[in-house]
């Protein structure tokens, strides 16, 4: 029996190592410029946490195999340099492993966060709603007009809650239902939820970010590779969670500049 | 009280009625026994919730034979509708985390035996203990009222988070009275654990018997008792939180709702409030509460194994102080769960190192439990199985913390099932193979009769392969984006994906089912077992020093005095190759080779 669990576990620690080895699931190609940075601390962090992994399964499979249902007669030996060897290589080369890990890891934590957008950085609102994304993009004037929320009215189409008689700004601001930019420039996402918490997921892009309601955050990034990618929100936001989508549009700056015309054309 | 005499007063005298004695019974046994059989009852309620979500995921439009008895709007025709999924899925965390993973190993576990183990006839104050079981009981109860409350539990998640936990009935089926009877219940179930964690930290201050020093307290009563004192800091932030989303729900106020809100084109009469701050609260609770689950199976493993080893733990203090470290750290490191949160980014860097220093005190007590396996003398049996197995899985879900630990690579891992595998191997599966362990371990102790091994063994090995085939797909679900808490993945990237969900499904029908076998075994030995001995595994602590089952004052009206280190193993002595605690007799000791 312990012969049969020993070869169990190793079996499992193996079968478990090959879908990894082989590449089978992984996220879709990287599309930013911050994203190879969190790729390699991704792979590192497999390679270290895989060793560890195989390892501590293979020698506790081999140590159930080797010591269990001993004739009485032998002895009980201890493991060489005891609790002091084992304790010391926890600190030394986990603790110090890990340690390191997470040092190297900040770096593309920061290239996110500690680092401003670019100055011309595109500007785009998204507010997120129970179950839909919003864009907004401030037209040629360059500014947001401000928020009303008791104008908000799907009915009217005033996702953002505009007041586009009164308020100057908000005559040239653009609504979309689809986040459209421009290749290789950095896009500034100012984030604001109208309701309950949701989150702005792009794999492609390496960019999660939760919406905080009453918060307003941003984040930034500039994508490289032209082409149609989705967005989801991953955090729980009510019966339509599954259902709330948009889609991420990369498009060459011709491109681009085409599309907000007729989008500016159609508010 | 540690170094009194060994006179004693029967702080109460023995039951009569029925009553008393079963039901509103003062004995920590009993009472013991009820935070198990309450665990027992909700774990098959967890089993069943989780069974009908993984056949939706793999099969959306299946409809389930039956299920709409259990809500006919939910489920009509048995087929599952969006917003009852996610509120079966809040219901599964709820009642697996609080009523399960808290319950069993350390109130059920910890109240039957660590009296004994210290050698006292029971807890200092049984009233606040009888207490504890009801309050829990009342909690239990009217968390599963939700079910049956017009449009049913909530869908919030067992996180609850604000502000949609706490817009009330606007924000989406259940989240109005289902919501509110969520709040209490939890509410309910912190007083249950305050409570309880008062005596558990009296009974090991205060009522071990004499030559029961710290040290040579077993590490299951160490367990019992740092989780206790971490028990008694975290419930005690999580119980007003509840309150304070209560208020929000019923007495207008806006704690986590701030101004501006807009729920289906209605402008929220709330202002002022901070979203933010229900995670703060909840996850100070709710990252500690990982080792509430952990730190007593990671005692009753230990326990186990040393006896199942012939041999102590090469450290005994190591594994004490490392357990002590864990707990301590637990409160440095929750907002790792909120690294994409909104909250300060450089926080996540903050909250990030001391989530990757548990590693150290972890893997400290991991090489310490295989380090000793060396040069042991191991015996096979269900409940050493249980405990080995806790050891291969709690390294398999441990591990994935690494990923976690860290801002950077949670960006695409976080809210995926990764993480629902990383929680799942660490903190559910391997907190059950403890609960697992132990029961097999100690049933003779409690019942009187022995479980049997052959369905014992069997219910290991379904269990053991079938927790890897559910588990570790998760980990390749999530490491492709596949993200969590949805409850359906046809008409996306996800969709790829099917065939790997189907395979979870199908490992997770059958793994369930092998938990009847559990369930048969435990009905039919309670009855029919074989007649358990007074110590049929050669342990060395006080429980295995009085009869099977214990009688009604533990120790038989006489204190156990105690002459040696918990687990004197291989060795000479006159019994064998081990020596009781309570053994007069004088042995050359076996001492910690730190």
Redesign the interface.
């Known amino acids: 029996m312990a012969k049969l669990f020993a070869v169990t576990i190793i079996v499992i620690a193996i079968a478990s190592a090959i879908p990894i080895v082989m590449h089978i699931w992984e996220p879709p190609a990287d599309i930013s410029v911050h994203g190879k940075m969190i790729d390699e601390q991704m792979s590192e962090t497999m390679v270290e946490a895989g060793i560890c992994f195989l390892v501590a399964q293979l020698v506790l499979g081999f140590f159930i195999w080797r010591y269990s249902n001993r004739p009485k007669t032998e002895k009980i030996k201890s493991f060489p340099g005891g609790a002091r060897g084992l304790v010391a290589a926890a600190v030394v080369v986990v603790g110090l492993e890990v340690m390191a890990l997470g040092a190297f890891g900040t770096r593309a934590w920061a290239a996110i966060y500690f680092t401003p957008p670019s100055p011309n950085a595109l500007p785009v609102q998204v507010q997120a709603g129970q179950f839909a994304f919003y864009f907004r993009y401030p037209g040629p004037d360059g500014k947001f007009g401000p928020l009303h929320p008791e104008l908000i009215n799907e009915g009217t189409e005033n996702f953002f809650g505009l007041d586009t008689t009164h308020d100057a700004d908000s005559k040239d601001d653009i609504v979309t239902a689809e986040l459209a930019v421009p290749v290789n420039r950095d896009i500034h996402l100012l984030m604001h939820s109208k309701d309950v918490g949701h989150s702005f997921f792009v794999r492609e892009l390496r960019i999660q970010q939760d919406f905080v309601p009453g918060l307003d955050l941003s984040v930034h990034f500039t994508p490289t590779k032209i082409g149609r990618y989705e967005i989801l929100c991953t955090q729980l936001c009510g019966l339509g969670h599954y259902n709330m989508k948009a889609y991420l549009e990369v498009m060459s700056q011709d491109d681009f500049d085409k599309w907000l015309e007729q989008q500016a054309a159609l508010q | 009280m540690h170094g009194s005499s060994q006179q004693i007063v029967h702080h109460h005298a023995p039951p009569t009625g029925f009553i008393r004695k079963y039901v509103f019974s003062l004995d920590h046994k009993v009472i013991g026994e009820q935070y198990y059989a309450l665990a027992l009852v909700a774990v098959y309620i967890g089993l069943v919730l989780s069974w009908i979500m993984r056949i939706h995921l793999a099969w959306p439009n299946a409809a389930i034979p039956g299920l709409q008895f259990l809500s006919k709007t939910g489920a009509p025709g048995g087929l599952l509708?969006?917003?009852y999924y996610?509120q079966l899925m809040t219901m599964h965390g709820t009642i697996m985390v609080f009523f399960v993973l808290t319950t069993a190993p350390f109130a059920g576990f910890g109240n039957y035996f660590l009296p004994i183990q210290v050698g006292a006839e029971d807890m200092p104050f049984p009233h606040i203990n009888m207490m504890s079981f009801w309050v829990t009981f009342v909690a239990f109860c009217v968390a599963v009222a939700a079910f049956f409350v017009p449009q049913g539990p909530p869908?919030?998640?067992w996180t609850a988070?604000?502000?949609?936990s706490a817009?009330g009935a606007v924000?989406?089926?259940g989240q109005g009275t289902g919501q509110v009877l969520w709040a209490v219940s939890i509410g309910i179930f912190c007083i249950g654990q305050l409570l309880g964690s008062l005596n558990f930290i009296s009974t090991t201050l205060d009522m071990r018997c004499k030559g029961m020093s710290l040290m040579r307290l077993p590490i299951t009563v160490w367990a019992w008792f740092i989780t206790s004192c971490i028990g008694l800091t975290a419930f005690a932030v999580l119980m007003p939180a509840c309150i304070l989303l209560i208020l929000d729900h019923i007495a207008g106020t806006s704690f986590f709702?701030?101004?501006?809100?807009?729920?289906?084109?209605q402008?929220q009469p709330h202002a002022g409030?901070?979203?933010?701050l229900w995670q703060h609260l909840f996850w100070f609770f709710g990252h500690p509460e990982v080792y509430i689950a952990i730190v007593p199976a990671m005692g009753v493993v230990s326990h186990v194994l040393i006896t199942s080893?012939?041999?102590p733990?090469?450290?005994h203090r190591?594994i004490i102080y490392s357990m002590i470290a864990i707990g301590f750290l637990s409160y440095m490191v929750y907002g790792h769960h909120m690294f994409?949160?909104?909250m300060n980014?450089f926080s996540?860097?903050a909250f990030?190192?001391p989530t990757?220093?548990i590693?150290?005190p972890a893997?400290?007590i991991?090489?310490?439990w295989?380090?000793?396996?060396?040069?042991?003398?191991?015996?096979?049996n269900t409940a050493s199985?249980f405990a080995?197995g806790f050891?291969?899985m709690f390294?398999?879900g441990g591990?994935?913390g690494?990923?976690l630990?860290?801002?950077?690579?949670d960006?695409?891992l976080?809210?995926?099932y990764f993480v629902v595998g990383h929680f799942h191997l660490v903190m559910a599966v391997a907190a059950l193979f403890g609960i697992f362990a132990g029961t097999y371990f100690w049933f003779g102790k409690v019942t009187g009769r022995m479980m049997n091994e052959t369905l014992g063994?069997i219910h290991f090995w379904v269990t053991?392969?079938g927790a890897?085939c559910i588990f570790?797909p998760f980990h390749?679900?999530g490491?492709?984006?596949n993200?969590?808490?949805?409850?359906?993945f046809v008409d996306?990237?996800m969709g790829p994906?099917m065939p790997?969900h189907k395979f979870i499904t199908i490992a997770a029908l059958i793994t369930g089912a092998a938990q009847l076998v559990f369930l048969y075994n435990l009905i039919h030995s309670r009855f029919w077992g074989k007649p358990a001995p007074q110590n049929p595994w050669e342990g060395t602590s006080l429980e295995w020093t009085i009869p099977s089952p214990p009688p009604f004052d533990n120790f038989g009206g006489k204190i156990p005095v105690v002459y040696h280190d918990p687990y004197q193993?291989?060795i000479e002595a006159s019994t064998g190759d081990f020596v009781m605690q309570d053994s007069p007799e004088s042995i050359n000791s076996v001492r910690?080779?730190?």
């Open positions: 509708t969006p917003e996610l869908l919030s998640g988070y604000a502000p949609l817009l924000a989406g089926p709702i701030p101004s501006g809100l807009v729920v289906n084109d402008l409030g901070s979203t933010l080893m012939r041999r733990l090469l450290s190591v994409l949160s909104g980014p996540s860097i990030s190192f990757l220093a590693t150290v893997t400290i991991v090489l310490i295989i380090g000793s396996l060396y040069g042991s003398k191991l015996r096979i199985l080995l050891i291969s390294v398999s591990i994935s690494f990923f630990a860290q801002p950077s690579i960006i695409m976080h809210a995926t063994k053991f392969v890897y570790m390749y679900l490491m492709a984006g993200v969590r808490r949805y409850q359906a996306d990237f994906l790997v193993y291989g910690d080779e730190s």
